[in-house]
T-cell receptor
Framework: DAGVIQSPRHEVTEMGQEVTLRCKPI?????LFWYRQTMMRGLELLIY????????DSGMPEDRFSAKMPNASFSTLKIQPSEPRDSAVYFC????????????FGDGTRLSIL | EDQVTQSPEALRLQEGESSSLNCSYT??????LFWYRQDPGKGPEFLFT???AGEEKEKERLKATLTKKESFLHITAPKPEDSATYLC??????????????FGKGTSLLVTP
């Protein structure tokens, strides 16, 4: 079975540019999560969706960040304009409904903003 | 505010040398405690979910236990392939928490031959 698929795996861009990260969740998973991982802060939840609807975006750091889920098989996380402090590894995860269901993670996008 | 603290930050073991990793948590009400393994350049991989104090779960050389304040991940006779970062996460019980996971910063385990 295909797991969570993220693209690109690596992104290097200059400050001020728009960055778009993409995620395809596991088929049949109703929940989709975006996380950010840094050495300083560890793994932090940014936003999550249920049935394509954003449920909790309290972790989104500022208005420069936005996330969408136009359908059940695709989500994007956009940063505009990007800043060097946005450099991190961004993970997408998905899960079945039910609070006891584990979240399954993709292999992440390593983002470097110069 | 919910808090998850893992210790030690890093641990080096000889192959076959058993040890335990600690995850201390503060949460208003625990819905579940999750253990994940993360290899370099990869996303976290799910290992266990624990729900109530006294619960234990095992998988190969790993055993996870839970008390009201902390969880332990016991590694028995580790092998070099057990080298990874082990992450602990809690899910709080409350209408505002939903499905959010609060992760600790992890323990980086190195097992040498």
């Amino acid at each position: 079975d295909a797991g969570v698929i993220q693209s690109p795996r690596h992104e290097v861009t200059e400050m001020g540019q728009e960055v778009t990260l993409r995620c395809k969740p596991i088929s049949g998973h109703d929940y989709l999560f975006w996380y950010r991982q840094t050495m300083m802060r560890g793994l932090e939840l940014l936003i999550y969706f249920n049935n394509n609807v954003p449920i909790d975006d309290s972790g989104m750091p500022e208005d420069r960040f936005s996330a969408k889920m136009p359908n059940a098989s695709f989500s994007t996380l956009k940063i505009q304009p990007s800043e060097p402090r946005d450099s991190a590894v961004y993970f997408c995860a998905s899960s079945l409904p039910g609070v006891d269901q584990p979240q399954h993670f993709g292999d992440g996008t390593r983002l470097s903003i110069l | 505010e919910d808090q998850v603290t893992q210790s030690p930050e890093a641990l080096r073991l000889q192959e076959g040398e058993s040890s335990s990793l600690n995850c201390s948590y503060t949460v208003s009400g625990l819905r579940g405690l999750f253990w994940y393994r993360q290899d370099p350049g990869k996303g976290p991989e799910f290992l266990f979910t624990l729900y109530s104090a006294g619960e234990e779960k095992e998988k190969e050389r790993l055993k996870a236990t839970l008390t009201k304040k902390e969880s332990f991940l016991h590694i028995t006779a580790p092998k070099p392939e057990d080298s990874a970062t082990y992450l602990c996460a809690v899910q709080a019980d409350g209408s505002n928490s939903g499905y959010a996971l609060n992760f600790g910063k992890g323990t980086s385990l190195l097992v040498t031959p």
